[in-house]
């Protein structure tokens, strides 16, 4: 089975300033996807950006970049220049692709970030 | 668009008693699901259903039934609460396998006492 690890369940980071959140994954899988969800106080679970295992080249939105490590089971989410609205918990999230089936989304425990005014 | 619609938003319920959690979604999606989040365990997968027609377990299905009633709804279904069922329950949907991103709902805050 596959499962999701985040090290850090707090961190914070003053305004302006760059953070980066860990995520370790465990999969015998080739290909895969992998995601970074925010949660702010509403509750909405909100898609930040998504990796497919089989793209070498990191994904980038806006403010957000991901440092995509497949030979580590690495996925790190960067957030620079910190806004107060980044202010939420983050899941990082796996998944099989779909030729391995419908299969759920997987979420580690979450890292819970504060930014800093 | 209303994407993914969960009823009701809160619920306190004592301890025996029943309820149905509901879940709609209006993005001909295929797929359904529903987790549940306390503080410190992350989103765990109670069931889903892959497609109309079909449920599976997940990580933590006992106490909980789940009912895909048509292709938009997918109710889950406390027999007996108890208080380890507290939390929050989630709702989720997407269209495989053209798509990889999940929309959830925004949560049920169920505190059963």
């Known amino acids: 089975a596959q499962t999701v690890t985040q090290s850090q369940p707090e961190m914070s980071v003053q305004e302006a300033e760059t953070v980066t959140l860990s995520c370790t994954y465990d999969?015998?899988?080739?290909?895969?996807?992998l995601f970074w969800y925010k949660q702010p106080p509403s509750r909405q679970m909100i898609l930040v950006i998504r990796?497919?295992?089989?793209?070498?080249q990191n994904a980038t939105e806006n403010r957000f970049s991901v440092n995509f490590q497949k030979a580590a089971k690495s996925f790190s989410l960067k957030i620079s220049d910190s806004q107060l609205g980044d202010t939420a918990m983050y899941f990082c999230?796996?998944?099989?692709?779909?030729?391995?089936?419908?299969?759920?989304?997987?979420f580690g425990k979450g890292t819970r970030l504060s930014v800093i005014a | 668009n209303a994407g993914v619609t969960q009823t009701p938003k809160f619920q306190v319920l004592k301890t025996g008693q029943s309820m149905t959690l509901q879940c709609a979604q209006d993005?001909?999606?295929?797929?359904m699901y529903w987790y549940r989040q306390d503080p410190g365990m992350g989103l765990r997968l109670i069931y889903y259903?892959?497609?109309?027609?079909?449920?599976d377990k997940g990580e933590v299905p006992n106490g909980y039934n789940v009912s895909r009633l048509n292709k938009r709804e997918f109710s889950l279904r406390l027999e007996s609460a108890a208080p380890s069922q507290t939390s929050v329950y989630f709702c989720?949907?997407?269209?495989?396998?053209?798509?990889?991103?999940?929309?959830f709902g925004q949560g049920t805050r169920l505190t059963v006492v």
């Open positions: 989720a949907s997407k269209f495989f396998p053209e798509n990889t991103e999940a929309f």
């Open positions: 999969t015998s899988e080739s290909n895969y996807y």
């Open positions: 990796q497919e295992a089989y793209k070498q």
């Open positions: 999230a796996f998944m099989k692709p779909p030729n391995s089936g419908n299969t759920p989304l997987v």
């Open positions: 993005m001909n999606h295929n797929s």
């Open positions: 259903s892959a497609s109309e027609g079909t449920t």
